[in-house]
């Protein structure tokens, strides 16, 4: 299984939802034009929706690709005026290597129109109920082993 790195955006106040959405964006890119900017930046409306909304502040925008998985937070309030927790270092990978995709976090109520306007730009570009962020990482580990779920109880004989 690949690794996961952590990265966590100051938001609002510090910057409005577009300008975190751009930031996001270039730590993806890593300076590249092309294809996979302008589908990033295709969905830039919906993306700032999401985030002014402050679904990514406990549930991660998850990024996966051929290498490591990224996980990326957004700080809001005080949190994201002091900065200290922010980190928007460059990362040490491409994370948009191979066959990348990119899942959003959506409050539930507005997750139909979000998943629609997210079609029209992308298929890689998708969103999920913001409550169900665990699940992405269950699925993720359960195919890395092939099907297989550490059982605690069934391997401490309880």
């Known amino acids: 299984m690949s690794s996961v790195v952590s990265r966590r955006f100051a938001s609002s106040p510090a910057r409005d939802a577009s300008e975190t959405w751009h930031a996001i964006v270039a730590l993806l ?12 930046l295709a969905v830039a409306g919906v993306a700032s929706s999401i985030i002014a909304d402050q679904a990514p502040r406990d549930a991660a925008i998850v990024v996966t ?4 998985r990224t996980r990326i937070y957004c700080l809001y309030d005080d949190d994201a005026i002091e900065g200290s927790d922010a980190d928007e ?3 040490g990978f491409d994370p948009l290597q191979g066959d990348w995709a990119v899942s959003l ?36 580990v359960a ?11 069934g391997f401490l004989g309880q």
Do not use: M
Not at 65 to 68: E, S, Y
């Open 105 to 140: 976090p959506c409050n539930e109520e507005d997750l139909g129109w979000v998943r629609n306007a997210l079609r029209q730009h992308s298929t890689r570009i998708t969103a999920r109920n913001k409550t169900e962020a665990l699940n992405i990482e269950e699925a993720a």
């Open 89 to 91: 270092g460059a990362l």
């Open 29 to 40: 890119l890593r300076g590249r034009t092309g294809g996979d900017r302008d589908e990033l």
């Open 65 to 68: 690709c051929d290498g490591p």
């Open 143 to 153: 195919k890395a082993f092939g099907g297989l779920v550490f059982d605690p109880k």
